[in-house]
T-cell receptor, first 114, second 115 residues
Framework: KAGVTQTPRYLIKTRGQQVTLSCSPI?????VSWYQQTPGQGLQFLFE???????NKGNFPGRFSGRQFSNSRSEMNVSTLELGDSALYLC?????????????FGPGTRLTVL | AQKITQTQPGMFVQEKEAVTLDCTYD???????LFWYKQPSSGEMIFLIY??????QNATEGRYSLNFQKARKSANLVISASQLGDSAMYFC????????????FGKGTKLSVKP
């Protein structure tokens, strides 16, 4: 069974641009979560999607948005990029929501904002 | 207040020895899950082991075991017979049932295995 895939793996953008990251969950998984990892803040939750609906959102500005498609694939978008958005963005999938469902992560997209 | 605390920023262990990575957590939700992940320098988060709050026995997965002490709110990871490939960052995380979704991570412990 294929794992979680994320594209692209690396991105370089400049301030003010926007970016879209893609995540394909494990087959059969319906929940997709996004996390941002930076050296200063560590791993922080962005949002979770389940059945094409955003179910939970972390404490990030509205420049960060996402969506989920009917095949459970998810995209996240960051508009008006800032230098501080440079980070590793990790996507995780699980069968369903809830505390007892294991989350499996993809390899991440490393975004650099210049 | 931090919900997940990993007090060891870095640790060294000799190859073939066992090592314990500490994790304490804080929650008022009676239903929660505790997870450990390994993150090599490549960046991918690798799931290692899971412990549910209602599980009676400590979880084990191959060389990994979780020392779950509910009353003390601790969930330490034990790696037996360390290998050079175990050198990585290790993150403890919690997922509260009430929150429905997100994992809350600790700051991580960098483990270095010496030959």
């Amino acid at each position: 069974k294929a794992g979680v895939t994320q594209t692209p793996r690396y991105l370089i953008k400049t301030r003010g641009q926007q970016v879209t990251l893609s995540c394909s969950p494990i087959s059969g998984h319906r929940s997709v979560s996004w996390y941002q990892q930076t050296p200063g803040q560590g791993l922080q939750f962005l949002f979770e999607y389940f059945s094409e609906t955003q179910r939970n959102k972390g404490n990030f500005p509205g420049r960060f948005s996402g969506r989920q498609f009917s095949n459970s694939r998810s995209e996240m978008n960051v508009s008006t990029l800032e230098l501080g958005d440079s980070a590793l963005y990790l996507c995780a999938s699980s069968l369903a929501q809830g505390g007892h469902n294991e989350q499996f992560f993809g390899p991440g997209t490393r975004l650099t904002v210049l | 207040a931090q919900k997940i605390t990993q007090t060891q920023p870095g640790m060294f262990v000799q190859e073939k020895e066992a090592v314990t990575l500490d994790c304490t957590y804080d929650t008022s939700d009676p239903s929660y899950g505790l997870f450990w992940y390994k993150q090599p320098s490549s960046g991918e988060m690798i799931f290692l082991i899971y412990q549910g709050s209602y599980d009676q026995q400590n979880a084990t997965e191959g060389r990994y075991s979780l020392n779950f002490q509910k009353a003390r709110k601790s969930a330490n990871l034990v790696i037996s017979a360390s290998q050079l490939g175990d050198s990585a960052m290790y993150f403890c995380a919690m997922r509260e049932h009430g929150s429905q979704g997100n994992l809350i991570f600790g700051k991580g412990t960098k483990l270095s295995v010496k030959p």
